[in-house]
């Protein structure tokens, strides 16, 4: 079955970097689009970004953009998330996730209700 580990999470200061990883099993990974999405406290889960299969067509919302880069290793079936200048409200549990599709209109359209256990991004200001 599907599973996904990420990893990668952790408490940094405002204007620091992270990078999370994304193991991914169970799938077609080096032909399936991918993304990450984030859940702020009190908030819903969130797409923020995506990837098609081969990694030439990216995706980010407008809260990200310029600052988070999304990249896969199709070897090592492994999703990543490069987050630069991070801010407060980039804190939440960030998870990834099969797509039918990379854009605009089809980030947030997993191909499963499967969520993995996520990793914890904590920004101090």
């Known amino acids: 079955q599907v599973q996904m580990v990420e990893s990668g999470g952790d408490l940094v200061q405002a204007g620091g970097s992270l990078k999370l990883s994304c193991l991914a099993s169970g799938l077609s990974f080096d032909v399936t689009a991918m993304g990450w999405f984030r859940q702020a406290p009190g908030k819903e889960r969130e797409a923020i970004s995506c ?35 991070l801010k407060p409200e980039d804190t939440g549990m960030y998870y990834c996730a099969s797509l039918w599709a990379c854009s605009e209109s089809m980030m947030s359209t997993r191909r499963s209700n499967y969520w993995g256990q996520g990793t914890q991004v904590t920004v101090s200001s």
Do not use: H
């Open 51 to 85: 990837i098609n299969w081969n990694g030439d067509a990216t995706v980010y919302v407008d809260s990200v953009k310029g600052r988070f880069t999304i990249s896969r290793d199709n070897v090592k079936n492994t999703l990543f998330l490069q987050m630069n200048d």
